[in-house]
Structures are given as C-alpha cells and as structure tokens.
C-alpha cells in the first residue's frame, strides 16, 4: 500500500515545481535590464582591486612583507611578528608573492564592502525584532548555499574575471559581520542603554557612545570572520577567472600538478593565519592599540586602557586583564 | 507646586491594555484581566513627591515599584494616567522633549549601578552634563566637584572595573549629582550592597540630602531602609500602592493586614526613635526653686528627681530627692547649691537601640533635646521596652504610672513648681 503511494509520488503525483526554470528567467530579465548598473559595478570594483593590487606590488616585495610583520609586531606581539616574516619571506621565495598580492587585494576590498554593508545592517537588526526575524533566513540562505552556486548567476551577471569573484565573496563573507554586530548589540547590558536614556541622550548617541563600543570585541570578532571567509572564497573565485592564489590552484587541479597545488595552498594558509591573528588582535584588545572604542565613543578618554573590563564581574579594586600585554593594568 | 505629581497611573503589559485598563477601572480583578492576556504592572497609582523630600516607594519584587519609577521619567509610558515633573506634563511630550526633560531636570541611580566600563569614573560621572552639551572642561570641572562629594576624586582616572561594589554605586550617585538636577531616581540604588556598606551609603545619601536638599524617589524592597532614608514611605502591593504616609503614620497605623506583616520584620530598635516614644517636655526646675517647695513636690508625685534648668530652656542637670531633701535640710535658699547629676540627653533622632543603654541606669532620666541642647521631651524607661516589643503607644495624655521612679513622671509640672 504504502509502496504504491511513494511510487505514485515519484511518477509524478506531485506537480513538479520548476525552481530552477524561474529562477533563470529571473535572472534573465535582470541581466537585460540592469547591465549597465553592473557595468559601473564591475568598473568601480575592477579599478579598486587592481588598484590596490598594483598598490601592494610597488613595494619590493621584501620590504612590504618586513612593514606587514612589524604591524603585527605593534597589535600583537614580537613573536607574531618574527613569525609571519618567516612566512611572508616564504611566499616570497615560494613565488607566490604576486598571486597572493592579488588574492589579498581581493579579499581586503571584498572585506571592506561587506563589513561596510554588514555593520549597518547588524544594527539595524538589533534594533528591530522584525528586521532580525526577516534577516535569519536569508543569512541562513546565505551561508549555507554552496559557495559554488554564488559563482554562476555572478557570472551571468558580470563576465568571467575578478568582479564576480568579489561580488560572490562579499555576499558570501557578509553574514558574519550582520550577525556578530546584531549579537554584540543586543548583547550590551540593558541597563547602561537605560542609563544613556534615563540622561537624555538621543538614540544615536546611545548607539555610537555605549553600544557599538561595548559591542566592539564581538563586531571585530565578526570583521576577523568575514576576512576569513572572504579568504575561502577568494580561493573558490579563482573557478571563475579572478586571479591571486585561486587561479594557482584552479591551474594546479586542471594540470594535476601537485607541487604548484601545494604552494598555492600553503600559501593561502600563511595569508590566512597572518589576516586572523592580526584582526583578533583587533578584536580582543590583547595588543597594544587598545583604543579602538575612542575612535567612536566621542568625548570618551579611553586613552592606553582597553574594553576587557566589564564593570559587573570584577568587584574588587584589581585589574581585569590577566593576560600580561593586558592594556587594563591600573595606571596609577 | 510638588516637584513629581502622578495621578491615575497605569502600565499593562501584553495584549489589548486599553481595554484592560478600562476593566481594572471598572473594578475587574487582576486574575481576570491576566486571563484576557493583559499584565497590570501598575494599577491606578496617584502620588505627589514634594520638593526636597525624600519619597520612598516599597514593595516586594513584582510590586510594580520599578514600573512606577521608569514611568516617572518616561523611560516606560504609561497606558493610562499624566505624570507631572515640575510644571511640565511629561506624559504629554514628544521624544525630544522628554530628552530634554531629562537631560534638565532629572536623573537616575540604577541598581547595578550601570556604569559604562569603556569610560573612566570621571567620563561616567560627566555623563549628564556630555549628553546635555556641556563643555568639557567646565563638565569635567563638575565631574570632579560630584565626585569629591562621594569621596572618590581620587580615582576619577580610574575605569569603574577597578571600583568595589560600593564605590561604583557612589559613582553611579556622582553621575545623577553632577547633572544638578532637582530630582533624582534611585532605583535599588542600594540593594545589591553588602549591608555594611548599604548602611554606609544610606547615611551618606542622608548627608547629601541635608546639604543639597534635592528631591528624591527612592526605590526600594527593604523597609527598614525605606524607614531610614524615607520622609514618606509608599507601600505597592501587586500594582496598587497600599498605603502613603510617614514612616510615623505606617508604623502606628498600618493600613492592612500585608502593611502590618512587614513591620513585623521591622528592626525596631533602628527604625524607632527616641520621638517615637519621648512624652512631653516637662517644665524644667529653675535653679532659684526653693528646695522645700520642690521637695512637697516631688513627693506629691511620687518621683525621685527633677530636672533642673539653666534659665534657657537647657538641662543643667539633675536633682535627685536625696540632694533636695540635703538641701532643705540644710536651709539653702535655692536649688542653686545643690549637686546635681550630669543629664543623659539623646536627640530626637537616637534610635531604641542606642536608648536602651542611657534607661538602663536607673538615677536619671532620659532627657530628649535638640541641636541647641533645648529640652524636647523625655523618655520614660519603660516605653523604650514597649516600643521594641510592639506594644501599642499610650496616648501622650496618659497619666505617668505613680510608682514610675525616675520616669517622665519624675517632673513637675508648670503648675506646682516656678522659679
């Protein structure tokens, strides 16, 4: 019985939905009508990858990698440093000093963008339960669609090359930055926004005051995730003809070249543990640019000390921080 | 013009208020309206707040007390009700006005203190005057003028994650003072303090106030600090208040049965006060009485001592009927040479608990005086024991107990006894 009821649905007992059929005509139709809305769009992103790709070139090579580890030298640690020297040094030697230029180029632009896109949007979403109830899903959407598929609609859209590798990598690096700024946003203790209230403060300065500083750590956790996925998917564009260490390893599989595979690989590694450990450095406050939050909490004089102490959990007259490049040491 | 005045308060949560608001007014009972999926928070709350008095709204947790309070500022609206501040109607102003309503005229001390942990002690307690537009050397200026009131201009550099419980709360006061508003909102201001310090910070507020006389609405679970801190006490129960009065007028008269429960946790010894059970001031003897007269006196009444005056209106000390009777004995014109005993004075404000040792010696009585050391009134011995026992207060006319040693009836009266 049962059988012949699950026969019957695979023989067509169910009307068979043409999802993709529309969606292709969809797309269709906005390719014909808005190709000159993605001409400006490939121009602008076009100019401003190369660009800072030609910018990040000029350099001898060495000399940009020795600037790179001494800014990390500055955020984080000595050890960071001498650390990602060697590896810079080793991309160098490597040959991959050029594609990795590009591929960085194309994940810090596409990083850009979709943070500049995400925060606002994160915002937006904890301030409203009906814009966060509309957004999960299609954050969900987002995220779990298969990095894949992103590539063929941007390529209908905008040619092979490197717009759709950057157009596919923020949308699919963005969610991170919309959730963890919604997240940290919320997550602010309701009582100091009742406070900002109960003083008069208008709500913008409420936001930009006490919000998006205390939220900080958790938005710059956010930042460090969409570069590292933008990294992930910078490697996927290179499908599509985006240059960098993508096309290193596209050209690798199509040559079963496992050396080339390998470097190119490595390489993306090295570019990824140098982004992450430079934006969480970012993000936790363990280095020594603790003043992030003055930069937006106007009038505030947050001076060397950082965001770590909460004012709840440490009761008793010591510093927070335990960590030893802890910026909260008491400065008496 | 009384400095808050709240008439016909409501707040309901949930679905369909105006309608719930309409029932409760009809009389409807809480069950039934929660039945319709409404939530009264607060029901029907009228109350003045005078000028420099310090209000103190109690109630148990769900009472409705901070629902009040975050109507008074607007931070909550009201479903139904005005609510005044000064000579402004705030339930009638838009966002804007009500900022400005705020940033002017009000501010705030919250429970868990909510400072912000970004900003230094001095950024916190610059806060008001930042957000009113201030400049920042004249609002740091004043910043550091709150917190030196607080005693913490010492830590101002400091962020308040390096501050003790108490300390933050103190800043958390430094920020509501430094706005100079006339009114000010402490919400639990104390109640996550160790009693130790809560005590300490009660006693601080009490300073404050004498000096700064702003009005305050002080919120709070605790009675014995409500009787503390209050100059009257609102009592809320499940969203009503139950009671307005004088911490005197709670105490001696509760309004109900849920009134009457809490006092009996009250620590008397500390909420009563030698005015709650001094009788009234006897005529002190002057020191020209003759020792004779004042002896057929004495003993007319049945006391051990009288209490003799300096001629203004002080105690200068004690005569026990001994050193009378000594000094008819031996002729004396007056009162003048007798030796008298030092008084025990306490003041109006002396609390049972501090009396119990001045009654416990038996020779001289309690004598109650004011700043000036001006005679209020004396305590008679056994109504110290009674307060603490909660034993209803005579009437002030009751005649002194006749066997009453050294008690109030230890005094002449203006009648037998002239200088």
């Known amino acids: 019985m049962a059988d012949t009821v699950f026969r019957a649905a695979e023989d067509g007992a169910l009307p068979q939905i043409p999802v993709g059929d529309w969606i292709d005509s969809g797309f269709d139709w906005v390719t014909e009508n808005f190709s000159p809305v993605f001409d400006v769009i490939s121009a602008g992103t076009e100019t401003g990858v190369e660009g800072l790709r030609d910018a990040l070139l000029f350099p001898p090579s060495i000399l940009l990698a020795v600037v790179l580890a001494v800014l990390g030298g500055v955020v984080r640690s000595v050890r960071f440093a001498v650390v990602s020297l060697l590896g810079l040094l080793l991309l160098i030697s490597m040959r991959m000093w050029e594609p990795a230029m590009a591929t960085l180029a194309l994940v810090l632009v596409s990083a850009v963008i979709a943070v500049a896109i995400g925060i606002p949007i994160g915002v937006s979403a904890a301030k409203s339960d009906r814009v966060s109830a509309v957004l999960r899903p299609v954050l969900d959407f987002m995220q779990t669609m298969p990095a894949f598929v992103y590539l063929v609609p941007a390529v209908t859209f905008f040619g092979i090359g490197l717009v759709p590798g950057v157009v596919t990598t923020i949308i699919f690096a963005m969610p991170p930055a919309i959730r963890l700024t919604e997240l940290g946003i919320r997550q602010v203790d309701p009582e100091l926004v009742e406070a900002g209230h109960a003083f008069g403060s208008p709500p913008g300065k409420i936001l930009r005051g006490i919000q998006l500083p205390l939220a900080l750590p958790t938005i710059m956790a956010g930042v460090n995730q969409v570069i590292m996925l933008a990294l992930s998917m910078a490697v996927i564009a290179g499908l599509i003809g985006a240059a960098g260490l993508g096309g290193v390893v596209v050209t690798s599989i199509s040559r079963l070249d496992v050396g080339l595979g390998f470097e190119g690989g490595l390489s993306v590694v090295i570019l990824a543990i140098y982004l992450d450990r430079l934006t969480s450095a970012f993000g936790q406050q363990r280095g020594r640019l603790g003043g992030i939050p003055s930069f937006l909490s106007r009038g505030g004089t947050v001076g060397k000390a950082g965001l770590g102490a909460s004012s709840r959990s440490a009761d008793a007259v010591t510093p927070v921080g335990t960590d030893q490049n802890s910026p909260n040491r008491p400065a008496r | ?419």
């Open chain 2, 1 to 419: 013009m009384p400095a808050v005045h709240a008439e016909g308060l409501f707040k309901v949560f949930g679905r369909r208020t105006a309608e719930a608001v309409d029932r409760l007014r009809d009389g409807a009972s809480v069950a039934d309206v929660r039945e319709r999926g409404a939530t009264p928070a607060v029901i029907d709350v009228s109350l003045t707040v005078e000028p420099g008095e310090i209000f103190v709204v109690m109630g148990l947790s769900g009472s409705g007390k901070s629902t009040l309070l975050r109507m008074l500022n607007g931070l909550l609206e009201v479903t139904a009700g005005t609510v005044r501040v000064g000579d402004a109607e705030l339930t009638a102003l838009d966002d804007k006005a009500l900022r400005r309503l705020r940033q002017e005229q009000m501010s705030m001390v919250f429970q868990h203190f909510a400072l912000f942990p970004h900003r230094s002690v001095l950024d916190n307690a610059a806060y008001a005057l930042e957000v009113r537009g201030v400049d920042r050397a004249t609002r740091r200026a004043k910043a550091q003028e709150a917190l030196a009131l607080v005693g913490l201009d010492q830590w101002a550099d400091q962020k308040p994650g390096q501050l003790s419980g108490g300390m933050k709360q103190r800043v958390g006061l430094a920020r509501a003072l430094a706005a100079d508003t006339d009114l000010l909102l402490m919400d639990e201001a104390f109640s996550a303090l160790d009693p130790l310090i809560r005590r300490e910070m009660q006693d601080q507020l009490l300073e404050l106030q004498a000096s700064l006389g702003k009005t305050i609405v002080f919120i709070t679970h605790d009675l014995n600090e409500a009787m503390r801190l209050g100059d009257r006490i609102a009592i809320m129960r499940d969203g009503r208040i139950v009671q307005i009065g004088t911490p005197d007028q709670i105490l001696e008269d509760p309004a109900d049965d849920y009134v009457r429960q809490f006092l009996a946790d009250v620590d008397r010894g500390r909420v009563f006060t030698a005015r709650h059970v001094m009788v009234e001031a006897p005529t002190l003897v002057a020191p020209t009485a003759a020792p004779a007269h004042v002896l057929q006196t004495m003993q007319a009444h049945r006391t051990g001592s009288v209490l003799v005056g300096d001629g203004d209106g002080r105690v200068a000390g004690v005569a026990t009927e001994d050193a009378v009777r000594t000094a008819v004995a031996t002729g004396a014109p007056s009162l003048a040479g007798v030796a008298l005993l030092p008084p025990v004075d306490v003041r109006a404000t002396t609390t049972l608990s501090d009396l119990l040792a001045p009654a416990a010696q038996d020779e001289v009585p309690v004598t109650v005086v004011d700043d000036d050391g001006r005679l209020l009134g004396v305590v008679p011995r056994g109504a110290v024991l009674a307060a603490l026992g909660g034993v209803p207060r005579p009437a002030p006319s009751a005649a002194p107990a006749p066997a009453d040693p050294v008690g109030a009836s230890a005094v002449a009266t203006k009648e037998t006894i002239r200088g």
